[in-house]
Nanobody, 124 residues
Framework: QVQLVESGGGLVQAGGSLRLSCAASGRTFSSYAMGWFRQAPGKEREFVAAISWSAVHTGYADSVKDRFTISRDNAKSTVYLQMNGLKPEDTAVYYC?????????????????WGQGTQVTVSS
């Protein structure tokens, strides 16, 4: 069992930055690929970014590429999402997720564990 707790969400003006954190506890964090997804009101959950268990590979949605950066610190069992140049359309609940030895980073259904989410609101 892996427990995931997100933090770092909040209200920010367009163009601003936030850094989300996701702290994991339980089984060996370094064995899990980690992803960030988001869900806006009335919309389906969508992929944002992911990082392999080794941190060698990362992937991003086109909508956030060059603005968001995912990273991980296996010693702290934490994954981060640095979000720069935020836009109102980035407003959503952001979820982190863990996939054991995962290789299919983009599909929500492939993830084994999910956090409770953290709200990000970007005002125009």
């Amino acid at each position: 069992q892996v427990q995931l707790v997100e933090s770092g969400g909040g209200l920010v003006q367009a163009g601003g930055s936030l850094r989300l954190s996701c702290a994991a506890s339980g089984r060996t964090f370094s064995s899990y690929a980690m992803g960030w997804f988001r869900q806006a009101p009335g919309k389906e959950r969508e992929f944002v970014a992911a990082i392999s268990w080794s941190a060698v590979h990362t992937g991003y949605a086109d909508s956030v590429k060059d603005r968001f950066t995912i990273s991980r610190d296996n010693a702290k069992s934490t994954v981060y999402l640095q979000m720069n140049g935020l836009k109102p359309e980035d407003t959503a609940v952001y979820y982190c997720a863990a996939q054991y030895l995962g290789i299919d980073y983009y599909t929500a259904g492939k993830y084994d564990y999910w956090g409770q989410g953290t709200q990000v609101t970007v005002s125009s």
